[in-house]
């Protein structure tokens, strides 16, 4: 999942978030200290090196969109993306198989002009329209079958390998079971690739439109194994091209003329400020500096949310995403479920809603998303103190303790995590008389620190891969996986999972996934707080900025006026 809201990891199913993660954009809204009035001060113009750029702009014609990305993305390489900033990225700058449409928001034909499937449901041959990267090398189903087999090889550590498991052989090669030629993708020539699939797959198309699916110039990363750290070296087959990444400061995306369906990108650039700050961010979108403030690149400042909805100027988009909590199942006193369900039925998420994110998430007491709920009332009762209570007792009885030791809450530096995490380390104080520190870390680090286990509380935001409760379920299916943080699994949930994927009938499928998540919610190796909305303001003369319903972003058909 990404693994990455600014901070958000995509769901990914078996294969973690989107980003989420997100894997990766924090979801909600945020306020931080500096506030807008000091960046309105007449003796200090804000953004004052910004101001000529824009009219010389409109003077030369250039169409030009402003935007401001929250966190640094890890990485421009499609096949290591794992978080909403860096699937972003390589969403404009990369072309897969098959794209999200903005017209039907279902995925439509684009690296490949047409495709066939077996009768079996089990093989699809694509093939590949003439095309260019963007330094001039032809596109071929080689580029495809290198990047596949690339992000599902060890070596590479592409936490998001386990999206590519539908391949025939691909979980297999990932667990260094079987050999490369051993996977259900081939080249059979340049413009024709076949995939084998384990089982029949009836969303591939909308897989095919993950970043993971993206196709590698194989010539130029073999050549050169960092040719995505650089805009020198960068190489893409997308409607932009990578043309500036100044770290901390600025990243600017330009046209590429080489794309196929040039035609249809009206936008000459893209420039991306780089603002950690969400109330600087929304007074540069005042002040005109940027054309768009909000998710899912960044987040609102609560403080500002009515405000912007009593004008009219806000945009909210449900989203299937969810916020929540990850316990660290491998450390005491969270290897106990009775402890994780009374810390779990002890907060008030309606106050959270109301009061810090104030953009009408629902109440998550469940784990897949409203947008695809299996159980739309949920599994327990929000703010249940007297039950949490009961089973605080037991949960230390079953542990031989008298009293939790202290507990530490970790969250991705973003002020509306830290509000949400103080707002439940006062909650579990006042009801349950739990002990809390929070710890707060840059999104890098921190991302990197839970998939290392070194956490006993983490603050997580995860989206849909594609629109299936799956790939919410499934992220929790293997305790090895690089995307389950909880290092939680249960062999009854991985039969029930498994007994769903060769299930037919979509009723007795549902059935069969509702008691997954009954078990998961049983054993609650994360604590949901609220599914997601999306928040945004964006100035009237930008169209056409894509935001699709599991909060992808496509730049391809944007245009100013």
């Known amino acids: 999942?990404?693994?990455?809201?600014?901070?958000?990891?995509?769901?990914?199913?078996?294969?973690?978030?989107?980003?989420?993660?997100?894997?990766?954009?924090?979801?909600?809204?945020?306020?931080?200290?500096?506030?807008?009035?000091?960046?309105?001060?007449?003796?200090?113009p804000p953004a004052a090196p910004q101001q000529p750029s824009v009219p010389a702009e409109q003077a030369s014609g250039q169409k030009v969109l402003h935007m401001n990305l929250h966190s640094e993305p890890p990485t421009m390489d499609p096949g290591l993306a794992?978080?909403?900033?860096?699937?972003?990225?390589?969403?404009?700058?990369?072309?897969?198989?098959?794209?999200?449409?903005?017209?039907?928001?279902?995925?439509?034909?684009?690296?490949?002009?047409?495709?066939?499937?077996?009768?079996?449901?089990?093989?699809?041959?694509?093939?590949?329209?003439?095309?260019?990267?963007?330094?001039?090398?032809?596109?071929?189903a080689h580029d495809f079958e290198f990047a596949w087999k690339r992000a599902l090889d060890p070596k590479t550590a592409s936490n998001y390998a386990a999206i590519l498991f539908y391949i025939k052989n691909g979980e297999k090669f990932n667990r260094g079971e079987v050999g490369a030629d051993q996977v259900g993708v081939k080249a059979l020539d340049d413009k024709t690739l076949e995939v084998k699939l384990e089982?029949?797959?009836?969303?591939?198309?909308?897989?095919?439109?993950?970043?993971?699916?993206?196709?590698?110039?194989?010539?130029?990363?073999?050549?050169?194994?960092?040719?995505?750290?650089?805009?020198?070296?960068?190489?893409g087959n997308g409607?932009?091209?990578?043309?500036?990444?100044?770290?901390?400061?600025?990243?600017?995306?330009?046209?590429?003329?080489?794309?196929?369906?040039k035609e249809k990108v009206k936008l000459d650039k893209i420039d991306f400020s780089r603002v950690e700050d969400e109330n600087t961010e929304l007074s540069m979108f005042d002040q005109g500096d940027l054309d768009w403030a909000g998710a899912p690149l960044s987040t609102?400042?609560?403080?500002?949310?009515?405000?912007?909805?009593?004008?009219?100027?806000?945009?909210?988009?449900?989203?299937?995403?969810?916020?929540?909590?990850?316990?660290?199942?491998?450390?005491?006193?969270?290897?106990?479920?009775?402890?994780?369900?009374a810390l779990s039925y002890a907060i008030d998420r309606k106050l959270i809603i109301d009061n810090i994110t104030q953009t009408s998430q629902p109440q998550a007491l469940g784990f897949v998303p409203s947008t695809m709920t299996l159980k739309p009332d949920g599994y327990f009762k929000d703010n249940d103190v007297e039950t949490a209570k009961k089973l605080l007792a037991e949960g230390m009885k079953e542990l031989g303790i008298s009293k939790l030791p202290d507990i530490t809450l970790s969250f991705n530096t973003y002020e509306v995590h830290k509000k949400i995490a103080e707002a439940i380390q006062d909650q579990w104080k006042?009801?349950?008389?739990?002990?809390?520190?929070?710890?707060?870390?840059?999104?890098?680090?921190?991302?990197?620190?839970?998939?290392?286990?070194?956490?006993?509380i983490g603050r997580m935001g995860l989206l849909a891969d594609f629109n299936d409760p799956v790939t919410f379920l499934e992220k929790l299916k293997e305790k090895d996986s690089p995307m389950n943080s909880t290092l939680w699994e249960n062999p009854r949930y991985k039969e029930l999972l498994d007994k769903a994927a060769y299930e037919s009938d979509s009723e007795k499928r549902k059935q069969?996934?509702?008691?997954?998540?009954?078990?998961?919610?049983?054993?609650?190796?994360?604590?949901?707080?609220?599914?997601?909305?999306?928040?945004?303001?964006?100035a009237d003369k930008v169209q056409n900025v894509f935001v699709d319903g599991i909060g992808n972003i496509d730049f391809k058909w944007a245009t100013v006026q």
């Open 1 to 44: 999942m990404r693994g990455v809201f600014t901070g958000i990891t995509r769901s990914c199913g078996k294969h973690a978030s989107k980003a989420f993660v997100i894997l990766a954009l924090a979801a909600g809204t945020a306020l931080t200290g500096c506030s807008t009035g000091e960046q309105a001060k007449p003796a200090e």
């Open 199 to 235: 089982k029949p797959t009836p969303y591939f198309l909308e897989l095919t439109a993950i970043t993971t699916y993206f196709p590698i110039d194989e010539k130029v990363a073999s050549a050169n194994p960092k040719w995505a750290n650089t805009p020198q070296t960068h190489v």
């Open 239 to 261: 409607p932009f091209k990578l043309d500036t990444w100044d770290q901390k400061k600025e990243i600017v995306f330009v046209k590429n003329d080489k794309y196929w369906d």
């Open 82 to 140: 794992e978080d909403v900033p860096s699937m972003a990225m390589s969403m404009a700058t990369f072309d897969g198989l098959t794209r999200v449409s903005k017209d039907t928001g279902k995925p439509e034909l684009s690296a490949a002009e047409s495709y066939t499937v077996s009768d079996d449901k089990l093989t699809y041959t694509f093939k590949i329209r003439e095309a260019e990267w963007s330094n001039g090398d032809p596109v071929t």
């Open 430 to 456: 006042k009801n349950l008389g739990v002990t809390v520190k929070l710890e707060s870390k840059e999104w890098k680090v921190y991302i990197e620190e839970l998939h290392q286990g070194k956490y006993q």
């Open 512 to 538: 069969i996934l509702v008691d997954a998540e009954n078990l998961l919610m049983d054993e609650m190796p994360i604590m949901p707080i609220y599914f997601d909305t999306q928040a945004w303001v964006k």
């Open 300 to 341: 609102l400042p609560s403080d500002a949310v009515q405000s912007l909805r009593d004008t009219g100027k806000l945009v909210v988009q449900p989203v299937a995403g969810i916020y929540m909590y990850e316990f660290n199942t491998s450390q005491p006193p969270f290897n106990n479920a009775n402890i994780r369900k």
